[in-house]
């Protein structure tokens, strides 16, 4: 059973900083990809930011430069820095953990942590 364990949401001010951090534990092989959606109010969810298992990064556009994803691959752990938040960064966040399976691929989700931008 594998399981992901997001922290580090928050109320931030525009400007600011947060980490998100996602946890991985249980039977986990064959990594494809590791990364962070959101989910804002009245919004279709969209992919935020992605790291494959040799180290490729993908970033939504209205992140480039202000997001940075890391991966720590001894701890299965996927780190998401964000800086310069804006208040349309408003969203739950959601850990995505994408490995090869037999069928193509399979996904895990965590169960997401908010994160607000607001004077």
């Known amino acids: 059973q594998v399981q992901l364990v997001e922290s580090g949401g928050g109320l931030v001010q525009p400007g600011g900083s947060l980490r998100l951090s996602c946890a991985a534990s249980?039977?986990?092989?064959?990594?494809?990809?590791m990364g962070w959606y959101r989910q804002a109010p009245g919004k279709q969810g969209e992919l935020v930011a992605a790291?494959?298992?040799?180290?490729?990064?993908n970033y939504e556009d209205s992140v480039k430069g202000r997001f940075t994803i890391s991966r720590d691959n001894a701890k299965n752990t996927v780190y998401l820095q964000m800086n310069s938040l804006k208040p349309e960064d408003t969203a739950i966040y959601y850990c995505?953990?994408?490995?090869?399976?037999?069928?193509?691929?399979?996904?895990?989700w965590g169960k997401g942590t908010q994160v607000t931008v607001s004077s």
């Open positions: 995505n953990l994408e490995v090869w399976s037999l069928s193509g691929t399979t996904n895990y």
């Open positions: 790291i494959t298992g040799d180290g490729n990064t």
């Open positions: 249980g039977s986990i092989f064959n990594i494809k990809a």
